[in-house]
């Protein structure tokens, strides 16, 4: 059984590097930040040297990486060096650019699955989350037992790039959710209300979400560990507005929320946790 390639070991690479780690399987990791790879040894797994080196020892190789300019560059390497593999991309990025890094892998022998994960890096690592599968089917069939040694869900929902617009739609609800618990618990402080109870009253009503209750203890505490980075969330939501351009579908929620955002961003939160937003609404 040859060795599972993960390519960017930041919060969502390392959980699922973990949870292959976990399932028994052979890691072969690689990532530009050296505490990365050495984190990756310290449970079991093996660090390569390059890109190169993963395409050379594994099958398949998942890349899970910050940026679309980091996506496209990986992939074009792996396009050259990795025939009769396949490349399973979990990053975030545009539907157009999905489709076009699916074409050029097939025209150069190299399978490729759009498979983005739904699902804080923290709750990946509990098994908590959801796998979108787009591309071949046949493809799919073959990896899923090893998808859902990841996740315990990991469905096809059609082609390339098909996938990551169902990701972007599902980060669309993130972010408006997230914001919505965040104005709703300022709301809560402001009118001088215990907050944690609130909060605990709130999970338990009609009003949950699953952001209500994976960000509402982190607004509560005003403490902000990144399980997904404002500054890389940022970039979701311009691709979110992008791909509804494209479609031609108004977001006018969204439109808002990247404002309040982008408020927090400026006001130097980029590092934090995407529920720092509700320091937008303090200021407010």
Request: charged fraction near 20%; glycine fraction near 8%.
């Amino acid at each position: 059984m040859a060795g599972v390639g993960v390519v960017g070991l930041g919060l969502l690479g390392s959980a699922v590097a973990g949870r292959l780690r976990a399932a028994g399987r052979e890691v072969i990791g690689y990532d530009v930040v050296a505490e990365r790879n050495r984190a990756l040894e310290a449970i079991g797994g093996r660090a390569a040297a390059s890109v190169a080196a993963v395409a050379e020892a594994a099958d398949p190789i998942c890349v899970v990486l910050p940026s679309l300019s980091a996506v496209e560059d990986v992939v074009h390497a792996l396009a050259a060096t990795a025939r009769g593999r396949t490349v399973v991309q979990m990053s975030t990025i545009s539907p157009a650019l999905t489709e076009r890094l699916a074409r050029e892998c097939a025209q150069r022998g190299v399978d490729f699955l759009d498979c983005p994960i739904s699902g804080t890096s923290g709750m990946v690592a509990r098994g908590d989350g959801i796998i979108f599968v787009g591309g071949e089917h046949a493809v799919y069939e073959r990896w899923r037992p090893l998808f859902e040694t990841i996740l315990p869900r990991a469905v096809h929902v059609g082609a390339a790039g098909q996938a990551m617009v169902l990701k972007l739609v599902a980060n669309l609800l993130v972010a408006l959710h997230s914001a919505a618990a965040a104005e709703a618990l300022a709301m809560v402080e402001r009118a001088g209300l215990d907050a944690a109870q609130a909060l605990e009253l709130l999970e338990a009503s009609a009003a949950t979400s699953r952001m209500l209750q994976v960000r509402g203890p982190l607004i509560v505490k005003r403490d902000f560990p990144a399980q997904m980075k404002l500054d890389l969330f940022m970039k979701d939501l311009h691709l979110i507005q992008d791909a509804a351009r494209a479609l031609e579908t108004p977001v006018p929620l969204t439109d808002v929320a990247e404002r309040l955002y982008a408020a927090a961003q400026t006001a130097g939160h980029g590092g934090e946790d995407l529920a720092v937003v509700v320091t937008a609404f303090a200021r407010r």
